[in-house]
């Protein structure tokens, strides 16, 4: 239950972040890609400042033992690149250059009610179905 309770917390904490720098807004996704129109930088600023607040925060993590709710942490273990993990993050990237959205934003902007965003959230759902589906059989 407290797991489940942290869960909850930590995805309303990220989501309120992404609104709040105003992620949730395509615009300024598709804004910061356009490099030769009217580019908006806010993009680049919202990852520097996750980075600068993410880093330390995982410094301190990889000294604990095991997570506060967990009897340990699920690290990644494969390090290789193959054409599988290139082919999925270009898909995400082209979706992404597209839409102007990705999963967290599109979550997180279902409050607007914004039919774009349920319409990509329901094509997002279907194609994770489809993968679980036909891909990974």
């Known amino acids: 239950m407290k797991s489940t309770l942290m869960v909850?917390?930590?995805?309303?904490?990220f989501g309120a972040g992404l609104a709040v720098a105003g992620m949730t807004e395509p615009t300024r996704v598709?804004?910061?890609?356009?490099?030769?129109?009217?580019w908006d930088p806010i993009l680049?600023?919202?990852?520097?400042?996750?980075?600068a607040v993410t880093m330390p925060g995982f410094a301190l993590l990889m000294r604990q033992p095991r997570p506060w709710h967990a009897l340990r942490f699920?690290?990644?273990?494969?390090?290789?690149?193959?054409?599988?993990?290139?082919g999925g993050s270009a898909l995400f990237g082209l979706g992404?250059?597209?839409?102007?959205?990705?999963?967290?934003p599109a979550i997180a902007g279902l409050v607007t009610g914004s039919m774009a965003v349920v319409a990509f959230v329901l094509a997002m759902l279907a194609g994770m179905m489809a993968h679980d589906r036909w891909l990974r059989a």
Do not use: E, K
């Not at 909850?8 to 904490?13: F, I, T, Y």
């Not at 598709?30 to 030769?36: P, V």
């Not at 680049?44 to 980075?51: I, L, Q």
């Not at 990644?76 to 290139?86: A, E, F, G, K, S």
């Open 96 to 104: 992404w250059g597209l839409a102007g959205f990705c999963p967290g």
């Open 30 to 38: 598709l804004g910061f890609l356009d490099l030769f129109g009217t």
């Open 44 to 51: 680049a600023f919202v990852m520097g400042g996750g980075v």
């Open 8 to 13: 909850v917390l930590s995805g309303l904490l």
């Open 74 to 86: 699920d690290w990644p273990t494969r390090r290789d690149i193959d054409p599988r993990l290139v």
